[in-house]
Structures are given as structure tokens and as C-alpha cells.
């Protein structure tokens, strides 16, 4: 029975013959998860989330999903054999309980105007930034003030920077980005062409379909999906080497829906794509690198789920079910306001700057259980993922990555393969400078030390008893907690 208040996401894998008389794994028609994610529904999940098949084959067993929705036919012989095996998915999730929350998950209130005015000094400087970023990772920021403090956390004002002193620097960068506008203006015919070639027809294709619900860029001929526009446009003539890709104007819509200024919110850009981690460029060595920590992540905290991806070999260790999550920054997996905390949590750079991993491990802590008891394999991992997209509760997610951060840094040792994790990104971030002693996990081809300057720790053998032979040594001792 699905709980009234769960969310509902058609989603079947049918085993179906094949001419070698082996079973052939087949999706089954799910609803909507063929649409985008901004035509999809965009109700959030409460805490129960519930997943099932939509096959004619199911109606027997009291399924209530209607029958129409099943497209696929079978022959009368094979419906039988294949009603055994039809396998319904379920996910269900209890709200998080207080042992799995970080202690201080309650302390903290959403930053309000007054709470953020207490933050600066008669000058209009920021004072304790560690203990404003520490408010914003916890609570979030009031709708009314991101406008105001988003240049903060995207490294477009300093923190010790003046009310007079901002404004100019506004002045100032108003005027570099006139500059580069009329640069790309003044191109030459031939350097036009190769610019629309290479940049503005993808451009032009993207922001016209870019956050359109959204009433800030909605209706036809709206000067604010103009200046969206320009400012991918202007972006790339002043950073030609990464240019554009498409997901940048999903990246730049929020930030000037709250910022408002065209120019404020070019350089607001510009810090996202300079100053953090939080985005993966589609560059192969900048995915890597963010799967290569995820993969030593899942090792270390869910380690069936990682057992399972290392089973279905390389294409499984590719997880393609994230890369949307890590290109996008989960905007098309949440709805817009759960989204936006998120980023604004992974904004604050609070203890660590590599937040997005933990966000990726929560969801997979919370919804991927089916995966492992099902044995998906790497297509129907996509899909099962994909049929998440817009029903996952974010505020849920958020609970567990923090819960996840917290226990990390709990551990008095932690593998080589994230050592960078633990790299301070700003004053007071990880408490005292405190770094956990590093295990070498020994997979350095070609390296015969550690480049990250990590031990290898033997535990003392025990003297088997009656003769029997001792257990083999655990290389996943870091006691997580799930």
C-alpha cells in the first residue's frame, strides 16, 4: 500500500526473454521521466517516498496504478512466466531520526535582515565570517536578503570590504564589463562568425528555455532573459579558454533573479566559476577528479552501495546517475527553493569545500537502497535515479549531508584518496587546523610511496586459538555510521 502522503514515481524493470533464452533486463514506461526535469512535476517529497511498477502484469496483486499506464504487450504464454518476475520498487524513507543529525542541525535560524545586519560593524564589514558562513550552512538565507549577501559567499565583495568600498567596486567592474561587452560587440566579421559558430547559437538555444516558469523570466520578448543572454555571451569573450557549455545559463538564471544587476550578476558568475569546487566544468579531468573523491567517499560510508558499483566494473564506477548532480548542481534533481539552500550550504564553505560530495553520498544513503537489493545494473541506476528527479526532499538530504560531514571529520584517520577534502578553505574552517592522520590505501600505480604522505597501518596478528586461523584484516575499519 503507498502511504497517502508519499510521493509517487512509476518505475519498473521487466525481465523479458530474449532469443538465447537468457532473461534481458528492459526499463519499463515510467511516468514523465522521459519530459525534462523543469516539465516534470516540481512537488516535493515529504519524509516517505514510494517508488512502484506501472505493468498491466502487477494488476493481480492488487496494485492500484492504473492499467492504462503500461504501453508494453506480451504475448499469453510469456505473461505468466513473466508476472513472476516483474520486480516493483518501493523506497521508503521514515523522517531522519536525531542520532543520524548533526548536534547542532536545530541551533540555527534562516538568516533574516536583522540577523545579518548583527553580522556587520558601522562600516558595513563583516565581522566573524566563520560565524556567518557557520549561520548560513545551518539555516539558509531569507529570500529577501540573498540578493545582498550572495556577492559575499561568491567572492564578489570581500567580507572586510566597506559599504563605500563596494559601491566602488561596483562602479568600477560596471565599467570592465561595458569593456568586454564592446569587445565582443567590435569582432570582426570572420571572428563573428566563428564566435556564433562555437558560443552564441548554443547560447541562444539554451536561454530561451532556461527557468521560463520562473515569473522573472517568463512571457515573450523579456528583457531579463536578454540580459541572461549577454552575460554568457560576455562570459565568454572574458574567459574564452572554458568559454560556454550548456548548463552555464541554469548556473547564472538564480543568481540574476536575486541579484537584479546585470553586471553584478556577470562578476557574481564569474566568482562562481573562479572561487569554488561546487561546479564541475565538463572538462574529463575535472569530473574525475569529483567521481575519484565520490567513489573514495561511498568506499568509506556506504560501503554495499560501492561494493555493488565495483560488481557491475567500469561503467558502474562512472556513476553516470550523478553527473547531472555535479554539472548542474543539483538544479534539475530538487525544486528551485530546495535547490537553492543547497547551493547556498555548499556557498558557505563551511569546514569543508567539497560539501557537494556529502550532498551526493545523503542522496545515495537515503534513496539507493533498491539499487543494491535489486541489483540494478548501470542503465537501470540512471533510470532509477532519474525518476527521483523533483520528488527527493531536500531538506531531508541537506540533514543527512551535514550528519555526514560531521561524522567525517569525527574520524582519527581517513583514507589518502581524500586528503583534500580536509584542506582548510578559509580561517577557523576545520577547528584549530586539525588534520586527521592519513591511511594509505595503496593505489598508486606506478608510485612506490604515498604521495599524500599516508601509513600504512598493520594490525598486530593475534595468536590463532585451537589451532583455527585468525580473521583477515579489514581495510574498511573507519567505523561510519549509515
Not at 546585470?262 to 574529463?284: A, K, Y
Amino acid at each position: 500500500m503507498v502511504p497517502s502522503d508519499g510521493c509517487l514515481v512509476s518505475l519498473g524493470i521487466f525481465p523479458t526473454a530474449s532469443h538465447g533464452g537468457a532473461a534481458a533486463m528492459r526499463p519499463a514506461p515510467a511516468a514523465n521521466w522521459w519530459l525534462p526535469a523543469e516539465k516534470a512535476s516540481t512537488k516535493s517529497s515529504t519524509s516517505t517516498m514510494a517508488a512502484w511498477t506501472s505493468c498491466v502484469r502487477c494488476s493481480s496483486n492488487g496494485s492500484s496504478v492504473p492499467r492504462r499506464t503500461c504501453k508494453t504487450s506480451f504475448p499469453p504464454i510469456q505473461q505468466a512466466a513473466d508476472e513472476r518476475t516483474c520486480m516493483q520498487f518501493s523506497i521508503r524513507r521514515p523522517k531522519l531520526p536525531s542520532s543520524e543529525t548533526h548536534p547542532e542541525e536545530s541551533s540555527y535560524r534562516r538568516l533574516d535582515v536583522s540577523t545579518w545586519l548583527s553580522h556587520l560593524n558601522e562600516l558595513g564589514q563583516v565581522e566573524e565570517e566563520y560565524k556567518l558562513r557557520k549561520a548560513i550552512f545551518f539555516g539558509g538565507i531569507d529570500v529577501s536578503i540573498r540578493g545582498e549577501v550572495w556577492p559575499f559567499l561568491l567572492r564578489y565583495y570581500s567580507p572586510k570590504s566597506t559599504s563605500e568600498e563596494r559601491e566602488a567596486l561596483r562602479v568600477q567592474k560596471r565599467k570592465e564589463y561595458e569593456e568586454i561587452q564592446q569587445k565582443r560587440l567590435a569582432m570582426s566579421p570572420e571572428e563573428h562568425r566563428a564566435f556564433w559558430r562555437n558560443v552564441q547559437f548554443t547560447v541562444d538555444k539554451d536561454v530561451v528555455r532556461t527557468d521560463r516558469s520562473n515569473q522573472f523570466f517568463r512571457g515573450e520578448d523579456n528583457p531579463n532573459v536578454e540580459s541572461m543572454r549577454r552575460i554568457l555571451l560576455n562570459y565568454a569573450v572574458y574567459n574564452p579558454t572554458i568559454g560556454y557549455s550548456q548548463g552555464m545559463s541554469d548556473l547564472v538564471a538564480p543568481i540574476l533573479a536575486e541579484v537584479l544587476d546585470e553586471s553584478d550578476t556577470f562578476w557574481c558568475f564569474v566568482g562562481l566559476m573562479q572561487n569554488t569546487i561546487f561546479i564541475s566544468s565538463p572538462r574529463d579531468e575535472d569530473m574525475e577528479k569529483q567521481l575519484l573523491y565520490l567513489r573514495e567517499l561511498l568506499r568509506l560510508t556506504h560501503l554495499r552501495f560501492y561494493q555493488h558499483l565495483v560488481s557491475l566494473g567500469e561503467d558502474g564506477l562512472q556513476m553516470l546517475f550523478c553527473h547531472r548532480w555535479l554539472l548542474l548542481c543539483f538544479k534539475r534533481e530538487f525544486p528551485e527553493a530546495e535547490a537553492l539552500r543547497i547551493w547556498e550550504a555548499c556557498w558557505a564553505h563551511y569546514q569543508t569545500d567539497y560539501f557537494h560530495l556529502f550532498i551526493c553520498v545523503a542522496i545515495v544513503t537515503i534513496y539507493g537502497d533498491d539499487v543494491i537489493e535489486q541489483q540494478l545494473a548501470t542503465d537501470q541506476m540512471l533510470l532509477h535515479f532519474g525518476n527521483l528527479a523533483m520528488h527527493m526532499n531536500g531538506e531531508l538530504v541537506l540533514r543527512k549531508a551535514r550528519s555526514l560531514l560531521y561524522q567525517f571529520r569525527l574520524l582519527p584517520r581517513i583514507p589518502c584518496g581524500l586528503h583534500d577534502l580536509c584542506k582548510l578553505c578559509g580561517t577557523g574552517m576545520w577547528d584549530s587546523g586539525y588534520m586527521p592522520a592519513v591511511e594509505c590505501t595503496g593505489l598508486h600505480p606506478g608510485s612506490e610511496s604515498c604521495p599524500y604522505g599516508g601509513t600504512v597501518e598493520v594490525p598486530s596478528p593475534k595468536a590463532p586459538k585451537d589451532g583455527k586461523k585468525g580473521p583477515k584484516a579489514s581495510r574498511e575499519g573507519f567505523g561510519f555510521r549509515r
